[in-house]
């Protein structure tokens, strides 16, 4: 299934502030969606993640049983040749499994059909998000877990494709369930379809997007924020001065009454003295 509609995808810097929406190359977003192939990609995948370490031993491999447990004839019991037959209690196993490999192999230009059917999936979706690049110069799981709490996918699995190996942002993401980063060159269509939401890096699509001054930006944002907190500080320093001046003027009342109340109270006792 195909169409001949060409997709466009929300664009964002790697610290979250939007941008204008970028067409997807029309090579690879197509419209294309085949669900046979998706299927067998993702049964393919899922059946080589399979170690095929299951065993059991027939009764060759038992130890024990190298002789008869009673004479053939003359006994009343039934003929026995070994303990270790499989009717017998801590005997071998008939047809147990034995380590095997379930590898299916799935040729390259299915394989490439079936991501790019997951892809054009998400892109109907609108799930294709682009980021103008990663840089990160060390790992940080905050910083990247505010890149997607600030896009609103905070409660979705997303799935981040990098332009190339980029060790800081995959470490950066080990702590999060929810975000799985890879090189775009290895993401498969299990990886694909595992996901809500896809970020794609633009230099993975071939696409260069001009940097945008974030700098700027938040430190218009941040004015205000500092402007208010200057005038709170503002206002606590009004506020102590006022509490302070009133106490002093409290003090000096209290003192101008206490010097008052001795004189009256000297001559009290000298009257009484007489």
């Given at each position: 299934?195909?169409?001949?509609?060409?997709?466009?995808?929300?664009?964002?810097?790697?610290?979250?502030t939007?941008?204008?929406?970028?067409?997807?190359p029309?090579?690879?977003?197509?419209?294309?969606?085949?669900?046979?192939?998706?299927?067998?990609?993702?049964?393919?995948?899922?059946?080589?993640?399979?170690?095929?370490?299951?065993?059991?031993?027939?009764?060759?491999?038992?130890?024990?049983?190298?002789?008869?447990?009673?004479?053939?004839?003359?006994?009343?019991?039934?003929?026995?040749?070994?303990?270790?037959?499989?009717?017998?209690?801590?005997?071998?196993?008939?047809?147990?499994?034995i380590?095997?490999?379930?590898?299916?192999?799935?040729?390259?230009?299915?394989?490439?059909?079936?991501?790019?059917?997951?892809?054009?999936?998400?892109?109907?979706?609108?799930?294709?998000?682009?980021?103008?690049?990663?840089?990160?110069?060390?790992?940080?799981?905050?910083?990247l877990?505010?890149?997607?709490?600030?896009?609103?996918?905070?409660?979705?699995?997303?799935?981040?494709?990098?332009?190339?190996?980029?060790?800081?942002?995959?470490?950066?993401?080990?702590?999060?369930?929810?975000?799985?980063?890879?090189?775009?060159?290895?993401?498969?269509?299990?990886?694909?379809?595992?996901?809500?939401?896809v970020l794609?890096?633009?230099?993975?699509?071939?696409?260069?997007?001009?940097?945008?001054?974030?700098?700027?930006?938040?430190?218009?944002?941040?004015?205000?924020?500092?402007?208010?907190?200057?005038?709170?500080?503002?206002?606590?320093?009004?506020?102590?001065?006022?509490?302070?001046?009133?106490?002093?003027?409290?003090?000096?009342?209290?003192?101008?009454?206490?010097?008052?109340?001795?004189p009256?109270?000297?001559?009290?006792?000298?009257?009484?003295?007489?």
């Amino acid at each position: 299934m195909a169409d001949n509609t060409s997709f466009q995808a929300a664009a964002y810097t790697a610290q979250g502030t939007a941008r204008d929406a970028v067409p997807l190359p029309d090579a690879l977003f197509d419209g294309t969606v085949n669900m046979p192939v998706m299927h067998q990609a993702v049964k393919a995948y899922l059946a080589n993640q399979r170690q095929g370490n299951a065993a059991t031993k027939i009764r060759k491999y038992v130890t024990g049983g190298n002789q008869k447990p009673w004479k053939q004839k003359g006994t009343g019991r039934a003929r026995q040749g070994s303990t270790r037959a499989p009717h017998w209690v801590g005997g071998g196993t008939v047809f147990g499994p034995i380590p095997r490999s379930y590898a299916q192999y799935v040729p390259r230009q299915v394989r490439a059909l079936a991501r790019k059917s997951a892809l054009n999936a998400r892109a109907r979706e609108d799930a294709i998000v682009v980021i103008d690049r990663f840089e990160f110069d060390a790992p940080k799981t905050q910083r990247l877990q505010a890149l997607v709490e600030r896009l609103g996918f905070g409660d979705q699995k997303v799935l981040i494709l990098t332009d190339g190996a980029k060790p800081n942002v995959f470490l950066s993401s080990r702590n999060l369930p929810a975000v799985h980063v890879m090189p775009y060159g290895d993401v498969s269509t299990y990886h694909i379809l595992w996901s809500d939401v896809v970020l794609i890096e633009a230099g993975a699509l071939g696409q260069s997007l001009e940097p945008v001054e974030e700098v700027q930006a938040e430190q218009a944002a941040a004015k205000p924020a500092k402007a208010a907190k200057k005038a709170e500080a503002a206002k606590k320093a009004t506020r102590k001065t006022t509490a302070k001046a009133a106490k002093k003027s409290s003090s000096s009342a209290a003192a101008k009454k206490s010097a008052k109340r001795a004189p009256a109270k000297k001559a009290a006792k000298k009257k009484k003295g007489k």
